[in-house]
């Protein structure tokens, strides 16, 4: 970007040069808020990432206990008709819980991969 400015007198330089000095005290102040700003962004980013990898990993191990419940209830024998209606639905539960992890997990992009080091 180019401006030209043409003067024809000191009585006007003063005033202008005092108006672009301000416009950049306030430019370079605007760009130091942006950096705190997007820092501070970051930093809650990199705690809510840290959540949805608390919540995976605690998902992961509902959906294993479930499976070994299961297999518990299977292998007991006949179990009545509110053991089978409760075990469904603790399953749906899991189920539910883990496609919604899924789909959290879909909207952050992976990240890339490290350089290889030559």
């Known amino acids: 970007m180019r401006i030209d400015v043409f003067l024809h007198s000191t009585d006007e330089i003063v005033p202008l040069l005092k108006s672009l000095t301000g ?13 705190a700003a997007l820092t501070a962004l970051q930093q809650t980013l990199t705690g809510v990432s840290t959540e949805i990898d608390k919540v995976s990993t605690e998902t992961q191990s509902l959906l294993a206990n ?9 292998a007991g024998g ?4 509110e053991v089978d209606a409760a075990l469904a ?30």
């Open 23 to 35: 416009k950049v005290h306030l430019i370079m102040a605007t760009q130091q808020e942006l950096a």
């Open 66 to 74: 479930i499976a070994e419940l299961t297999a518990a209830v299977q």
């Open 78 to 81: 006949a179990t009545t008709p």
């Open 89 to 118: 639905a603790v399953q749906a539960s899991a189920e539910s819980i883990a496609s919604k992890v899924q789909a959290v997990d879909a909207l952050v992009p992976d990240a890339p991969a490290p350089a290889p080091t030559p």
